[in-house]
Structure formats: C-alpha cells, structure tokens
C-alpha cells in the first residue's frame, strides 16, 4: 500500500501493462550481475526472517560483519527508536570466522540468492586475517566494513582515512579474488575522495553509506539511552544525507557504488539510483517491516513504467541538476 501511495497510485491498467512488459531490473556490479538491485544491509536481515520473505527473491543477502575472532557485542540498551528514526549500538556481536564458517555461512549459502559476506576488523591486521580465513570459501563478494573502530589510531574509524582505507582494501585484495565491496563511513570531510581511494586499491563497488553517529538522553537519569552511550543513526530521516553522499561518491569513480540510507519504498529505490546508485540496501525498514524488502520489490515494474524506463538500470547517474563537485553546502 505504502509504495503504491508514492507511485502516484497507477491505475490497475497501468500496472498490469508494467508487470506485462517485465522491466529489467538486473543489474551488475562489476563482474557480478544480480537479478535486482535489492539487498539488506549488513546484519539486518538473517536466516530467522525467511518466513517473512523468501531470499532467492533478493538480488543479494549481505551477512552481518564478521570479525576473526569471537565478539560478545554492547551492553544494554543496545537499540531505541526516536521520533525520525533508530539509534542503535549493537557492538556487532560475532562468533568469529570459524564459528561463521561453520554456522550460519552455510544457512546463507542455502538461501538461494548470491551471498555478501561483511568482514571486519579492530586492527588493520584482522581485516587481513579475516580475508585469509573466509577468502576461498564459497560466497559471491566480500563487504568490508570500515566503519569499525581502529584500535591503533585513537578508536578512529578506518574509513575516516583515505591512506587507511587504500592499506586495507589492498591487503585484502591479496587474500581473495572475490568482489569486494567497501562501505563507507559518512562522516567524513569528503566521501569522494575515500571512495577513490578504495577504488584505486582495487575494490568492486563503494557502500555509501554506513549510519550518522547519534545520541539518545534519559533526562530524568541524566545519562544516555543506549548502554555504551552513542550509536548509530539511521531511518528516514538520514535519506537526504545519504542520497547527497551517494552523489558525491558517484562522480569521484568510476565503480558501482550501493545506495544505502532511509530506503523504504521503491520511489527511494529511484532516486537513489538517479543520485548515482547501482543497486540499494535496505536496513532499519526492516526493523518494522520484515517484509518491507519484497514490499520494494514488487513495486519496482510499476516504477519504471510510470518512469517510462524499459530497463531499471536506466535511471543510474541521470539527475538532470548536477551538485557541483566543489559546492560547499
């Protein structure tokens, strides 16, 4: 109902004649090609959900972050909603590469669909380790996460260092021949030029991007929300933010780049790709909507009818208003 209230409400005729003429909706991200650009972000969208939705409708399911070794997670509060959207610190709990490997990665290879495995690291060395120990496992790409907090310099996110960047994505390369796909960290002085770095060290596609940092207070305690006290923010209200950072990261390579940021209809699937996307992931939707990805999904006909496209793809990179690459707001 929600995606049909954002397409204008086609008229059954219309809708009929797009399901009739069968958009494309595949897509490529380098060498690998998905039947659509549909996929969850990392960790919002595992195996226990299959009854909501199956997986093989998905153009790809992305795994939550793996770490090398074993990983408890955050204390309590770990999510809390608020009036636009959702903070989260999870801490990204892991059985590490072993407990993966022999777990959930084989419930993942049974869904059906092409496999994204998001890897992490604490230090520059696991993200290498990681890769090593997943790297001739059979899985469709690798998603690596730089958003995680890096022990050696200060707790400060890889992904806020385009040297830092370039150094993990290129050791990594050397462990695996597989896509690499690298989500970004947004808060940055320029989302353009750490893309471009990943590029250069020879990543597949750009993930832009991971969540806001934000705060959530209990003022009658006088202390944060959330256990460990900041989290991640996300939900429709960062969508704007993200369709900008999805721009900018769009005209400074020449890889895919994955839209991700307050995706919750097909309309957003649009002008994500417009902004520059290839294909979208979708994640705090989820939270309320198991559904919500097939909901986007069966929308995506009727969308490039209304936008008199015969393949979805043809909306990538076609905002008729460029934002000046210099452009300071």
Aim: charged share 20%; hydrophobic share 40%.
């Amino acid at each position: 109902m929600e995606n049909e209230v954002l397409l204008d409400s086609p008229s059954s005729c219309e809708k009929k004649h797009a399901t009739d003429a069968g958009a494309d909706l595949s897509i490529a991200l380098g060498e690998l090609s998905l039947a659509n650009p549909i996929m969850p972000a990392s960790g919002c969208f595992g195996p226990e959900l299959a009854p909501f939705l199956a997986f093989d409708q998905l153009g790809a399911v992305v795994t939550k972050t793996v770490f090398s070794v074993h990983r408890a997670g955050n204390p309590a509060h770990r999510l809390t909603e608020t009036e636009f959207g959702m903070l989260n610190s999870v801490g990204i709990p892991s059985l590490g590469s072993e407990g993966f490997r022999n777990g959930l990665l084989k419930e993942y290879q049974a869904s059906g669909t092409r496999v994204v495995v998001s890897i992490g690291g604490l230090f520059t060395q696991e993200y290498f380790t990681v890769a090593e120990e997943l790297g001739q496992e059979d899985v469709d790409a690798f998603e690596v996460n730089v958003s995680c907090p890096n022990l050696e310099h200060d707790g400060l996110p890889i992904g806020t260092s385009p040297d830092r960047v370039f150094e993990v994505i290129q050791g990594i390369r050397k462990h695996t021949d597989h896509p690499l796909f690298v989500k970004l960290t947004p808060t940055v002085n320029s989302i353009g030029e750490i893309a471009k770095a990943a590029e250069d060290a020879g990543a597949t596609a750009v993930t832009v991007a991971n969540s806001f940092s934000g705060l959530a207070i209990d003022a009658p305690r006088r202390k944060s929300v959330l256990g460990s006290g900041a989290g991640g923010y996300t939900g429709p209200a960062v969508k704007p933010l993200a369709l900008k950072l999805v721009r900018d990261a769009a005209q400074a390579v020449t890889i895919p780049v994955i839209g991700c940021g307050g995706i919750t209809t097909s309309r957003d699937v649009a002008e994500f790709m417009i902004a520059g996307a290839t294909a979208i992931q979708v994640g705090t939707a989820t939270f309320t909507r198991p559904t919500a990805m097939g909901e986007i999904l069966a929308g995506l006909d009727a969308l490039c009818h209304q936008l008199k496209v015969s393949k979805l793809s043809d909306l990538i990179g076609t905002l008729d208003t460029p934002i000046p690459s210099r452009r300071l707001a």
